[in-house]
C-alpha cells in the first residue's frame, strides 16, 4: 500500500504579495513537494504501476491546486495558512530506488550502483536493497564496493540474498578462509543458477581445505541435467582431480567429457599439458585439432599446441583454491553469456577476477560482454589491462580494434592493430587485421594478410575453414572469380558443415547461373543449419526469384525480413518479389523502407528507379554479371 501526502510551498510573483496564481507552465518547476510514506517494498512490476499511476495522479491533482490556491506565506480570506510539511527521510529512499530501477532499465549500471547503495545504507538490514546494490556494483566493476557492502550486509542481518552470499563466499576464499568461504556456500537459499556457482566455488573451497572428498561431493551437487553447465562442472572435477596430483583420474575425467564433444578451451588447455607430461604428445596435438576443428583458435590452447610442436617441455599446472575456482566462475560465466544478448554475464567475470585478478581470459571475455551490451568504452578500459606478456594480449588488442570500428574510429583501430601484430607476429592478430581491411573495403592489403597465413598454414599442415573463406570474399570483392570459387570449395573441403560458406558460394553460382542444381542443395542446407539467420534465408528466396519462381521466393524473402527487418537489402528483395507477383503497393512500400534503412550508396538510385518506374516487364533469365550482387554474409 502506499499513502501519498500533498503538501505545497508556493510563493507570490516577485515584486508582489497578492497570491495571484503561477503560470501553467511554472507549475512543474515549483509545485508541491510530494511527500511519499511507504509500507512496503517495491520490485514487483505490478506494485510499480500502481505506484507511478499514484503519482501521476497527485501530480495532477497538484497541478490544479496550484492555480487557485493562495500563496503559502500570506492568509487566505479564511485566516489558514499553507505550511509546507518536511520531507521524511523515506521520501529520498523512494527517490533513489526510482532513479536505481529507471538506471538499470536504461543501461546505466554506474548510476544504478551509487543510487542502490545509498539506498541500501539507510536500509542496511533490507536485504533485497542489499542485493540490488551488490548486483549494480558488480555489473559496474566496482568489485571491491561490492564486497565491502556484502561485508556490511553481514554485520546487520543473517537473512542475504544468493547474491550476496555468493560475494560473501568468493571474498572469503580469496583472503584464504577455505572453511568459511565453504560454509558460506553450501548454506541458505540460492537461485538455480547461483546454486550452481556456489557449488563448484566451495568444491575447490574444500580442496584449498584439504578435503577432496568433499570437494568432488559439492560437484556432484551442481550437477543439474544439462550438457553444458554439466560438462562444465565435470571438467572442474578433472582439474581439481588433477590439482590434487591425481592425473589418472584427471585424464580419465577429461577423456570421458571430451569424448560427449563438450569443448572448453581452458579445459583442452589442462588436458593437453596432463597429456604431453605422460609423454603423449599425439594425442594432445589431436585435442588440439579436434578444438580448432570444432570452435576454433584460442590463445591458450594455441600457445600450449605452439609449445608441443616446437618440441618444448610443458608442464602441468597444479592450480590453488582461488584460482580454480575463478575458472569454474569464468566458464559458467561463458556459458551465461553464450545464451544472452545483455552484459549480466559480467557479475561473474567480476567474480572470477576477484578470485584472480590475472585471469586475462576472464578479462576479454567482461570486455566482450560489455560492449554486447551497448558499454564499449568500459570496454576498452577493461582490455586495456590485458598486458603485453598475456596470451590473450593479441586478443585484447582484436576487439578494441573492433569496438573502435564500431564506433566509426577506424584510424584508432587500424592503428592498435597493426600495432599488436607489429609486437606479437601472431597468426590470430594478421587475421583481425586482415578483416578489419576488408570491413573497411581495402582489399589488397587484406588479401596480402590473408595470403601469408594461408602460405604458412599449408607449411605446417594446418587446415583451417575459416581463412579459406575470408581469402575467398576479398577475391570476390577483387573480381577475381575463379580463385573465390577455389577458396570457397577448399574451406568446404575441410569443413562441408559452415552455413556461411554453403551459403557464400551456393548464392554466388545462383546469381552466376551456374551449378544451380548443388547451388540449391547448398543453400537449403545452409538454411537447416541456421534456420534462424534472415541473411541464409534471403539467399534463398532469392534464389527462388532468380529462377523466376516469385511465389516462393515471396514466401521465403517475407520470412527473411521477419528475421532481420532492419536489413535493406532484404527488404529491396522482398520489394522486387513483390512487384513480380503483382502486390505493387506493397513493392513500393518496401523499396521506401529499404530506402530509410541507409543501403549502400551505390544501391540507392536503383532503388528509386524502381520507386518512379517499377521493375521492368521483362522475362527474368539467370545471367552471369559483371557486377554481382555480394552476400555481405
Known amino acids: 500500500m502506499v499513502a501519498v501526502r500533498l503538501t505545497r510551498t508556493c510563493s507570490t510573483q516577485k515584486g508582489g504579495s497578492s497570491g495571484r496564481p503561477f ?3 511554472d507549475i512543474f518547476t515549483r509545485i508541491t513537494r510530494i511527500t511519499i510514506v511507504f509500507s512496503v517494498r517495491f520490485f514487483q512490476f505490478g506494485d510499480m504501476k500502481t505506484l507511478y499511476r499514484a503519482l501521476f495522479a497527485a501530480c495532477g491533482v497538484s497541478a490544479l491546486a496550484a492555480c487557485t490556491t493562495p500563496s503559502a506565506t500570506t492568509p487566505s480570506a479564511n485566516g489558514f495558512t499553507l505550511v509546507p510539511a518536511p520531507v521524511p527521510p523515506t521520501a529520498e529512499q523512494f527517490s533513489d530506488f526510482l532513479i536505481g530501477r529507471y538506471a538499470s532499465l536504461t543501461n546505466d549500471p554506474v548510476l544504478a550502483a551509487e543510487t542502490f547503495v545509498r539506498a541500501a545504507e539507510r536500509a542496511p538490514e533490507d536485504d533485497v536493497l542489499q542485493e540490488r546494490a551488490i548486483y549494480s556494483l558488480l555489473l559496474a566493476g566496482d568489485n571491491n564496493r561490492a564486497v ?4 556490511n550486509a553481514q554485520n546487520h542481518t543473517e537473512d542475504y540474498g544468493s547474491l550476496t552470499r555468493l560475494t560473501l563466499g568468493v571474498a572469503a576464499l580469496e583472503d584464504g578462509q577455505a ?35 568433499a570437494a568432488r561431493t559439492h560437484v556432484v551437487e551442481g550437477l543439474v541435467g544439462d550438457d553444458i553447465l554439466d560438462g562444465v562442472s565435470l571438467y572442474m572435477l578433472a582439474m581439481i582431480q588433477m590439482s590434487e596430483g591425481d592425473d589418472d583420474a584427471a585424464i580419465g575425467t577429461f577423456s570421458a567429457v571430451w569424448e560427449e564433444r563438450m569443448r572448453l578451451a581452458v579445459a583442452a588447455e589442462h588436458y593437453m599439458r596432463l597429456l604431453a607430461a605422460r609423454g603423449d604428445t ?25 609449445q608441443l610442436r616446437n618440441g618444448e617441455t610443458v608442464e602441468v599446472k597444479r592450480l590453488d583454491a582461488a584460482e580454480g575456482a575463478a575458472i569454474a566462475v569464468y566458464s559458467l560465466a561463458s556459458a551465461l553469456a553464450a545464451e544472452t544478448r545483455d552484459d549480466v554475464a559480467g557479475i561473474y567475470f567480476n567474480l572470477a577476477l576477484i578470485l584472480n585478478p590475472d585471469l586475462d581470459m576472464a578479462r576479454t571475455m567482461l570486455g566482450n560482454t560489455l560492449d554486447a551490451g551497448g558499454r564499449g568504452d568500459e570496454a576498452l578500459e577493461v582490455l586495456q589491462r590485458v598486458g603485453t606478456d598475456s596470451p590473450f594480449f593479441a586478443t585484447a588488442q582484436a576487439q578494441m580494434a573492433w569496438i573502435l570500428r564500431r564506433q566509426d ?14 609486437f606479437t607476429e601472431e597468426r590470430e592478430m594478421r587475421i583481425q587485421l586482415g578483416e578489419l581491411y576488408r570491413s573497411l573495403e581495402k582489399y589488397e592489403e587484406a588479401l596480402e594478410l590473408f595470403d601469408e597465413v594461408v602460405t604458412e598454414d599449408e607449411a605446417a599442415g594446418r587446415e583451417d575453414w575459416l581463412i579459406y573463406y575470408a581469402r575467398g570474399v576479398v577475391h570476390h570483392e577483387l573480381y577475381n572469380w575463379e580463385a573465390a570459387e577455389d577458396d570457397f570449395l577448399r574451406s568446404l573441403e575441410i569443413d562441408g558443415s559452415r552455413a556461411q560458406v554453403l551459403n557464400y558460394l551456393g548464392y554466388s553460382w545462383v546469381d552466376r547461373g551456374e551449378h544451380l542444381e548443388q547451388a540449391f542443395e547448398m543453400i537449403q542446407q545452409a538454411v537447416a543449419l541456421q534456420p534462424y539467420s534472415g541473411y541464409i534465408v534471403d539467399s534463398l528466396g532469392w534464389a527462388y526469384y532468380r529462377l523466376g519462381q516469385y511465389e516462393q521466393a515471396v514466401t521465403y524473402l517475407e520470412h527473411a525480413v521477419e528475421l532481420s527487418s532492419n536489413d535493406p537489402t532484404l527488404n529491396d528483395h522482398l520489394g522486387d518479389a513483390y512487384w513480380r507477383v503483382g502486390r505493387r503497393i506493397e513493392a513500393r512500400f518496401q523499396w521506401r523502407h529499404a530506402l530509410a534503412l541507409e543501403p549502400e550508396e551505390d544501391q540507392v538510385p536503383l532503388i528509386q528507379e524502381k520507386l518512379e518506374n517499377g521493375l521492368p516487364e521483362l522475362p527474368v533469365t539467370v545471367v552471369a554479371e559483371d557486377d554481382e550482387t555480394r552476400p555481405e554474409r
Open 23 to 25: 503560470p501553467f507552465t
Open 148 to 151: 565491502e557492502l556484502a561485508r
Open 179 to 213: 572453511d568459511y568461504a565453504r560454509t558460506l556456500l553450501t548454506t541458505g537459499e540460492v537461485s538455480p543458477f547461483n546454486r550452481i556457482v556456489s557449488r563448484l566455488v566451495a568444491a575447490w573451497a574444500a580442496y584449498g581445505a584439504d578435503d577432496y572428498d
Open 282 to 306: 599425439e594425442r594432445a596435438l589431436l585435442i588440439a585439432d579436434e578444438f580448432y576443428q570444432d570452435v576454433g583458435n584460442n590463445p591458450s590452447v594455441d600457445r600450449v599446441a605452439r
Open 409 to 422: 574510429r577506424d584510424e584508432e583501430a587500424l592503428r592498435i592493430a597493426s600495432e599488436a601484430l607489429a
